[in-house]
C-alpha cells in the first residue's frame, strides 16, 4: 500500500500570499488531519476531516482553511500568508476504527518570506 | 481544551541505559495516549499507544505506563541504542466520540551516546 503523500515538499511565497498543500492518504483511510509543526510548539493540531466533513478545527486564524474531496484527498489552504506561517505542515491518515493511529505523510516545508 | 505537557525536552543518555519520558494531560476524558517517534529528517511514527483501560503496555524494549488518577503517563525505554535518538511525541485524545483531535506534547529530543 502506497503511504501518505504530500505535494508539494517544498514552497517558498512571500507575505501576503496564498498557499494550497495536498494531501493524498493511504487507500481506505477515509480521516485526514492536518498538523503545523514548528521548533517550538511542536505538532499543533489545525484540522480533521472525515468523508468530507470536518470534524475538529485547532485553534487557528480563519486564514487557514481545508476541505476533503469524494476520494479522501485533502487540501489546506492558507491564504494572506504571514511570516510565522513558515513551518513544516503535515497530514496524517487513518481509519475511523482506529482513528487514533495515524499515518502521516512527509509534510510540505513552507518558508515565507 | 485538552493540554499536555512533556518532560524533559531534551534527554541524553549512554548507550545501554534507561530513558524516561513523562507526560501529563489536562482533560480527564482523554482515553487513547499514543507515542510517536520522529528522526531527524523524518516523518513521526507510531511506536506505542495505551488506552485508558490499561495501565501499562510493552513491546520489546518499549514500554508505557498510564496513571490515570494522577493523569499522566510515561515512555521508558529499556537499553537504548543509538538508533534510539530522535524526537519522541507523547499525544492524548478521546478515542471514538465526538473529538477526533490529537493534542501533542512538544516533544523530546532524545540523544543515546555509543
Redesign the interface.
Known amino acids: 500500500k502506497a503511504g501518505v503523500t504530500q505535494t508539494p515538499r517544498y514552497l517558498i511565497k512571500t507575505r501576503g500570499q496564498q498557499v494550497t498543500l495536498s494531501c493524498s492518504p493511504i487507500s481506505g483511510h477515509r480521516s485526514v488531519s492536518w498538523y503545523q509543526q514548528t521548533p517550538g510548539q511542536g505538532l499543533q493540531f489545525l484540522f480533521e476531516y472525515f468523508s468530507e466533513t470536518q470534524r475538529n478545527k485547532g485553534n487557528f486564524p480563519g486564514r487557514f482553511s481545508g476541505r476533503q474531496f469524494s476520494n479522501s484527498r485533502s487540501e489546506m489552504n492558507v491564504s494572506t500568508l504571514e511570516l510565522g506561517d513558515s513551518a513544516l505542515y503535515l497530514c496524517a491518515s487513518s481509519t475511523d476504527r482506529e482513528w487514533g493511529i495515524q499515518y502521516f505523510g512527509a509534510g510540505t516545508r513552507l518558508s515565507v518570506l | 481544551?485538552e493540554n499536555v505537557e512533556q518532560h524533559p525536552s531534551t534527554l541524553s543518555v549512554q548507550e545501554g541505559d534507561s530513558a524516561v519520558i513523562k507526560c501529563t494531560y489536562s482533560d480527564s476524558a482523554s482515553n487513547?495516549f499514543?507515542w510517536?517517534k520522529q528522526e531527524l529528517g523524518?516523518?513521526?511514527?507510531?511506536i506505542i499507544?495505551i488506552r485508558s483501560n490499561v495501565g501499562e503496555k510493552k513491546d520489546q524494549r518499549i514500554a508505557v505506563t498510564l496513571n490515570k488518577t494522577a493523569k499522566h503517563f510515561s515512555l521508558h525505554i529499556t537499553e537504548t541504542q543509538p538508533e534510539d535518538s530522535a524526537v519522541y511525541?507523547c499525544?492524548a485524545?478521546r478515542?471514538?466520540g465526538?473529538?477526533?483531535?490529537?493534542?501533542?506534547?512538544?516533544?523530546t529530543l532524545l540523544t543515546v551516546n555509543p
Open positions: 481544551g487513547y499514543p510517536y523524518k516523518r513521526p511514527q507510531l499507544d511525541f499525544a485524545s478515542s471514538g465526538s473529538n477526533y483531535k490529537l493534542t501533542f506534547g512538544k516533544g
